[in-house]
């Protein structure tokens, strides 16, 4: 469960290029030498100035001396003149900066901060309207240490008394501070909403971590590192089987006694529940799986007998009655006399030679899958896969979310889902990642989702919509089945499919 955000300062919260800047140069500028001079003492001071052994002034005046520069006042001068500038980097922040830490705060999420600073922005950073937000604040001129060094990480995490698992930590990849927050088991984010601002160190993308191109995006994470894949809580059925198609219909027994396999594994410990319990848990899981049997590619078991065996066993306290509830739910919807559920087998939901495959989003690959890109053009037609699957969990109930594999490859993603305003079922998102387009990977992929809602639902007709505009995604939509309806639905062009 995350319990905490640790973010980096400098270009992640804000940013030294909206507002005027004083850099080495500038400086150097003042003091009447060339830059090369000045940097001769200057770069070989980085480290003593960042953690904590020499100021700001100190510098300034070992620079002067080496120079043969004796004012005082000019001294003054350019230490005023850089303090002014730091302290007005924290008035021209993203917008979203602020909203941000607020609804951190109020989800209870504790606020950390690890920034390489010297004693001029330590200043800046505690006189700023940041500074009150943060539970923890490590900076490495008071601290003593700096990024990369672990020492300094491991004392924010014993401030907020949380654990690396339960910290998301956020930075624009300096100081190689993602790679090792996540040596250390935090779930490491590369902030990039102030990357085009930077046009003096033109800082570039981290594959190997998910881009946050705006800091709200951090919210989408929590849903998907607290609720999806990290908690231990039974809050709802769903967010437990959540395994990448949306299993509140997919694998609905199996996957509840799979996952409920898992809340044995790891958070009886935490309830104190005695080993016989856990053994009788562990029974009851086999006897579902026993009760299993394969009828065409179909799963069939008596999901009530199973319940209530679960049940009479008093195991509710431990997450069984809020699947009992979403069980109902399901069996109502079909019949209040359902007794068996039928579901395809994930492994079928593949291409004619089983390269190109939908599979789930999980723990393993949810990175690479919100790492999947557009191009910059098609950016206004396609929603992010934060945002896709962020709806997908508030949708929880109707959204059905998939990677698209060639192979071992990610290339894309989909989504299919049921508009319950229209009762039908839809195309909800759709994407190839910029690498793979134009190598038909839109079509095979379209058609398996397509396949899957009418193998599984028995659809007889699926809706899409398209951005006015986007001719690309209209020509492809076309020439799977889909035609134009006529009518615009949320501002798309309505288009439909009849099997």
């Excluded at 490491?188 to 705006?214: C, G, I, M, V």
């Excluded at 006529?486 to 009849?498: I, N, R, V």
Aim: contains cysteine; glycine residues 8%.
């Amino acid at each position: 469960m995350i319990k905490a955000v640790i973010f980096d300062m400098f270009e992640t919260l804000v940013t030294h290029y909206r507002s005027q800047q004083y850099f080495g140069e500038d400086i150097a500028k003042d003091l009447g030498i060339t830059e090369e001079k000045f940097r001769e003492i200057w770069d070989q001071r980085d480290h003593e100035r960042s953690v904590g052994l020499l100021t700001f002034e100190d510098v300034i005046q070992e620079i002067m001396e080496k120079n043969e520069i004796r004012s005082e006042a000019l001294l003054n001068q350019v230490s005023q003149k850089r303090t002014k500038t730091k302290v007005e980097v924290f008035m021209h922040l993203h917008e979203e900066i602020l909203p941000l830490l607020a609804e951190l705060k109020r989800r209870n999420i504790k606020i950390g901060l690890i920034s390489n600073c010297f004693s001029e922005e330590v200043f800046a950073i505690r006189g700023s309207k940041l500074y009150p937000y943060f539970d923890a604040c490590m900076l490495s001129y008071e601290q003593g240490v700096m990024k990369p060094d672990k020492e300094i990480y491991s004392r924010c995490l014993r401030e907020l008394n949380v654990s690396s698992q339960e910290c998301l930590y956020v930075g624009d990849g300096g100081s190689k501070e993602l790679e090792t927050a996540t040596e250390m088991g935090m779930k490491a984010l590369q902030a990039t909403w102030y990357f085009e601002d930077n046009t003096r160190d033109h800082p570039k993308r981290d594959l190997r971590f998910a881009a946050l191109e705006s800091p709200r995006e951090i919210l989408h994470y929590l849903f998907f590192f607290t609720v999806l894949f990290g908690t231990r809580e039974p809050i709802h059925f769903r967010e437990y089987d959540r395994q990448g198609i949306d299993l509140e219909l997919q694998m609905q027994f199996r996957g509840s006694v799979g996952v409920y396999g898992y809340d044995v594994d790891h958070f009886v410990g935490e309830r104190d529940i005695s080993q016989a319990v856990r053994e009788q848990a562990q029974g009851i899981i086999q006897y579902g799986l026993d009760h299993w049997t394969e009828e065409k590619s179909v799963m069939q078991c008596d999901v009530n007998a199973v319940l209530r065996k679960m049940l009479e066993k008093g195991l509710a306290d431990i997450g069984i009655r809020a699947k009992t509830e979403s069980f109902s739910w399901q069996l109502t919807e079909e019949s209040q006399k359902l007794y068996s559920v039928r579901i395809p087998f994930l492994s079928e939901i593949g291409g004619g030679d089983g390269k190109v495959q939908l599979k789930p989003v999980t723990k393993e690959n949810l990175d690479a899958v919100l790492a999947l890109r557009v191009d910059k053009e098609q950016e206004r037609f396609v929603p992010s896969t934060a945002e896709s699957l962020a709806q997908a969990y508030v949708y929880a109930d109707t959204a059905y979310p998939f990677a698209v594999y060639d192979g071992d490859e990610l290339v894309g993603f989909l989504m299919m889902g049921y508009y319950e305003a229209k009762q039908y079922y839809t195309l909800w998102k759709f994407m190839i990642d910029r690498r793979f387009q134009n190598k038909g990977y839109g079509r095979q992929a379209l058609k398996l989702g397509l396949n899957f809602v009418k193998d599984r639902f028995q659809a007889k007709e699926i809706y899409t919509g398209v951005t006015p505009g986007n001719t690309v995604a209209k020509r492809l939509y076309e020439s799977v089945g889909f035609r134009d309806t006529g009518l615009l639905e949320l501002g798309m062009e309505e288009m439909k499919l009849t099997f």
